[in-house]
């Protein structure tokens, strides 16, 4: 049966053998059924149980490598900041850091996570449209390469630390530059409406204030125009307008050394058409190459979401006149994001099997109280029996670290995979865990 096109696509979704072949770190085994990298799934959820999520080491490494390689062979001087909010486990962390990448981080918790994964102070830049000052005063006392500054109201305040505690603050100031991205409203940054970033008719004048404080050094200029972007026209757009701002400012006698180009890439959850880095690498070079700046990058979703997996087990199959619902183990206080953003993800089953057998249309759903909790409507799936296992797809990013214990239901726990290793890099919660950290009071007792 041919798979049915969706009200939001006009193309046929992708067969699960499509979707595996497509993702070189997932292989279909006639015996051991879907392996990541050396190791089969089906394995993994004996030792560790499921739901679980899973994340491929050489995909991360093979993508990072691809990204750097298309910014340097664009002859960029460019430099990588994760953006750690995709994925923020330390193992994550440790194995970008050891591949020479810096974080991009958005919170006091992050910039600690950075540290303590080995990222030098050297190598992070700390975004956000509110940083509290406590989070400000421990990126002044850690010395970090750069503050991304999004209101002048921050830079005052930014500025009177700075001068309270004797340090000088590196920043660029992050301009809004009004370019939509053309991706979900939720996750677009750059236009004018959004909260994020500094009006572009005011940059120059608040950079050139900004050279003129106490405790503040300017050294360039950020964007990030938001996330999931499968088209270059936006960056392009962006882009321009920041090159703009640069010759401005430098005729101004004003030093602009740093454009943070932000992040947002995209990736192909469907297999649908996506640019690869080398054409956003083209993107920047065409507007700021003959700037002679440094560029830094702030990926995420790009470098973790195809490297990772929800692997889920069936309960049962729930069949009501005219409807077929697979209920999982796993749910939206795990993987959030199709009830969030109505996004898409790839189903396969994990038994070789099961993904011969003939399909049929099927809501795949999970057994929490809301009727948001809801991984796919009409996805063409074989029968899948109680204790069958499935693979939710590209949930490397904005997938565990968005995940809650709503309805009681314990964190899961997290497994790397690299060659034919795996270990948990994040254990299963515990229901204990769940109220380890309440307290009743003693008038209740």
């Known amino acids: 049966m041919t798979p049915p096109a969706t009200a939001q696509h006009d193309t046929p979704e992708p067969s699960a053998a499509e979707l595996i072949a497509a993702r070189p770190h997932l292989a279909m085994h006639a015996m051991d059924g879907l392996v990541i990298e050396d190791v089969p799934l089906n394995a993994i959820a004996d030792e560790f149980g499921t739901p679980v999520w899973v994340y491929s080491a050489c995909s991360m490494r093979a993508r990072y490598r691809v990204l750097a390689g298309a910014l340097s062979d664009a002859g960029l001087d460019a430099h990588i900041h994760y953006a750690m909010k995709a994925n923020d486990r330390l193992a994550v962390l440790r194995l970008f850091a050891a591949e020479g990448a810096g974080a991009d981080v958005v919170s006091e918790g992050e910039l600690l996570r950075a540290r303590a994964a080995g990222i030098p102070a050297g190598r992070i830049v700390f975004s956000g449209v509110g940083k509290s000052e406590r989070e400000v005063r421990l ?6 390469a750069q503050i991304n500054v999004e209101s002048a109201e921050e830079l005052d305040a930014l500025a ?7 340090r000088t603050a590196r920043i660029a100031l992050r301009v809004n530059p009004n370019v939509d991205a053309g991706t979900h409203a939720k996750i677009s940054t750059g236009r004018a409406r959004d909260k994020f970033g500094i009006p572009y008719a005011d940059a120059v004048a608040l ?8 405790g503040i050094e300017p050294v360039g200029l950020a964007t990030h125009i938001g996330s999931q972007i499968l088209s270059l026209a936006p960056y392009r757009a962006a882009f321009a307008r920041l090159a703009d ?3 401005t400012l430098r ?17 192909p959850y469907r ?12 993107a920047i070079c065409g507007a700021l190459g003959d700037l002679d700046v440094r560029i830094m990058l702030e990926p995420g979703r790009w470098l973790v979401g195809p490297a990772g997996v929800l692997l889920a087990s069936v309960v049962l199959t729930k069949t009501t006149a005219g409807s077929r619902f697979v209920v999982l183990d796993a749910a939206m206080n795990d993987l959030i994001r199709p009830a969030m953003y109505d996004a898409w993800h790839g189903i396969v089953p ?19 109280c809301e009727s948001g909790d809801t991984f796919a409507r009409d996805r063409m799936l074989p029968p899948l029996g109680a204790g069958a296992r499935v693979a939710i797809l590209d949930a490397g990013a904005y997938g565990s670290v968005m995940s809650s214990a709503y309805n009681a239901r314990p964190l899961a726990a997290e497994v790397m995979v690299d060659g034919a290793n795996r270990s948990v890099i994040r254990a299963r919660e515990t229901h204990a865990d769940l109220w380890r950290a309440e307290s009743v009071p003693h008038w209740l007792k």
């Open 245 to 247: 701002l640069v010759r």
């Open 207 to 214: 950079y050139r204030r900004a050279a003129a404080l106490p």
């Open 160 to 166: 009177a630390l700075a001068v309270a505690m004797g």
């Open 139 to 144: 990126a002044l006392a850690e010395d970090i």
């Open 271 to 282: 297999d649908e058409p996506a640019p690869p880095p080398a054409a956003l690498a083209g």
């Open 251 to 267: 005729a101004e006698a004003l030093t602009v050394a740093v454009v943070d180009c932000g992040g947002g890439l995209g990736i």
């Open 350 to 368: 994990v038994s070789a099997v099961d993904a011969v057998a003939p399909v049929a249309p099927a809501d795949v759903v999970g057994p929490v």
